[in-house]
């Protein structure tokens, strides 16, 4: 298993707190990765961390064993990172088809994923219900070139069937891909491929490591 990117003894802090307490995560390429945790487990400040979104207190980010933990998030979205954060990932102000065509994809390849999103191109992302929104979010993903992909709740808002299909689409990134793949989420959704990796993080710590399928019985 090739490790795509890694925290190694990663601290964030937030003031006075500390978010991620020395933090080791590994994430393999062609992988979906799964992070799990009660609100204020240090999912979201773990993606931010991989993403450059938050500097780290002490502690590295190693791209396939090169320290890139100084590089900014902008220029690890230029080395091929995206991330997709918890609803704030559209400009509000732009309609539906602006957002998509700021992506360097083909925008016809997020509709054939969400063609929910056809008759809405006229419509300001600021309009949409929450899960047409997620999918405008989620189709960046999609239409982008990464070799690292971050989303935070993915299926946050949709509805059963659409969130099901997100959790395809995004597996395929990493099954056809070969990209690693990397979800925050408060439980372990159904549907993930075998060889899914399910860490669980509590007050900003790992406290435990598996595959999916020994806690699914699988």
């Known amino acids: 298993m090739s490790v795509e990117i890694a925290l190694r003894r990663a601290r964030v802090r937030h003031g006075p707190l500390e978010a991620l307490h020395g933090l080791d995560l590994l994430v393999p390429r062609a992988t ?9 487990a240090g999912r979201t400040t773990a993606l931010c961390a991989l993403a450059g979104t938050v500097p780290l207190a002490s502690g590295r980010v190693l791209w396939r064993s090169a320290d890139v933990t100084g590089l900014h998030a902008h220029a690890r979205a230029r080395r091929g990172l995206c991330f997709v954060p918890d609803l704030r990932g559209v400009y509000p102000s ?13 925008p ?9 999103l056809g008759p809405l191109l006229a419509r300001t992302a600021g309009t949409l219900s929450g899960g047409e929104r997620r999918m405008l979010e989620v189709s960046r993903a999609l239409l982008t070139p990464a070799t690292v992909v971050l989303v935070d709740e993915p299926g946050l808002g949709m509805s059963p069937e659409v969130s099901a299909r997100t959790y395809r689409l995004l597996a395929a990134l990493a099954q056809e891909g070969g990209a690693a793949v990397v979800l925050a989420e408060q439980r372990l959704p159904a549907g993930l491929p075998d060889g899914t990796l399910v860490h669980e993080l509590r007050r900003g710590s790992l406290v435990s490591s598996r595959e999916a399928a020994e806690l699914t019985g699988r």
């Not at 979906?32 to 204020?40: C, D, E, K, S």
């Open 94 to 106: 732009l309609t539906v088809a602006e957002n998509l065509g700021l992506a360097p994809g083909d």
């Open 108 to 116: 016809a390849a997020a509709l054939a994923a969400y063609p929910e």
């Open 32 to 40: 979906v990765t799964v992070l799990t945790g009660r609100n204020g």
